[in-house]
């Protein structure tokens, strides 16, 4: 691979479908983004296809509008995959469900497996622990928020609010008992479900949590380099890129104001845990999507951040603003019913209609190169 140059030329002689207008209207057809490690596979999304299986939705590699739609067994026709990317694309084939969530786990057992190098693996690991301890974590946090809500001052007088003693373990203990008569199931099945609903909600944040779990932390880094981008435009940015910082700043900013809104529509519902039970017996599945939202809203946008936030020097910023307009997600209008506001959600495609994409920003770098880069960027991504 050494020395070949990246560029769109390479598809010319390929037998691919034809290039499709995309404007999804919910997420699920918008799909999932893919962590791929090849070059041209950069952007690619997932989605259920419209029979059965799963098909992929690839970018124009020119950064003009139009995607590709293969089903995921045709990879072949679009490239020359990475063992990673095809053995992703594998674990992809066979989910039940494709949510941001399913392709975050099945990314991170392949790169748990070193396919995208010894850092992205360490990382996958540390990544998969740090995520049980969450997980932990908020069923312990449930269980003291439900035991509050029983025995309002049982732990008035204990040292250590959020630490697991004997005493505070037997309140809890009783909390469950008391509180499983009152919706109707034995303490087992309140247990069970606490756990369920901390599998859900692991991501989202509870009082009493500390340190920020997943979607908390995606929101303060996408406002962290949001606030960069226009900050380095403003200082140091050029006519020629002004346009992609303005883009990528403005969808940033639409998709921040939606996350934090259904963000705080999740952890209301941690409010009232005895009512959540509730909620949870009755329609689990209305639970989950709400929960589901952030995560949707804020899928994809971890790479764009990770690519600004390794680009070194001014050069390296310029042509990281250019990859990320082309990276930028369409924001569905399923965005608007759910936060209850319009939204411009047209913006990435009359940018890419209206201003035609640089071609070059990559101009030198081998595919080698590129791969390896993409391999940094798993090792980085949470």
Known sequence: MGGHTLVPDDLADRDLPPLQPYYPTTFLERGVAVPFTTPLLDGTRARPARRTGVELIVPNPSGGR?????????????????????????????????????????ARNVAAAGLAGDKAREAARAMEEAEKGERLLTNFLLLMALLDEVEP???????????????LEDYARRAVIRIAPMIGQPADSVADTLEALADVLDGIGLRGQTAPPRVPRLL???????????????????????????????????????????????????????????????EPGKIVRLAARPEWLLDGWERICLIWTIAADHAARRAALVEMAQLVPVLPREASEWVGNPIDAETPVSFRRNVRLNEDWRTGATVFDLVARNEHLRALAA
């Open 220 to 282: 303060q880094l996408l406002h962290r380099v949001c606030a960069e981008v226009a900050d380095w435009t403003r200082r140091h940015g050029t006519e020629d890129v002004r346009p992609y910082a303005t883009m990528v700043c403005a969808v940033a900013d639409m998709t921040l104001s939606c996350a934090a809104t259904t963000l705080q529509d999740v952890q209301a519902l941690t409010t009232d845990v005895t009512d959540l039970l509730r909620q949870w017996l009755r």
């Open 153 to 167: 001052n049982a732990r008035a007088n204990l040292q250590g609010a959020y630490r697991h003693t004997p005493e």
């Open 66 to 106: 139009g995607v590709y739609i293969l089903p995921w067994g045709e990879i072949g026709r679009f490239c020359r995959p990475t063992v990673h990317d095809a053995r992703l694309n594998q674990k992809i084939a066979g989910l039940r469900s494709v949510t941001p969530i399913t392709i975050r786990r099945a």
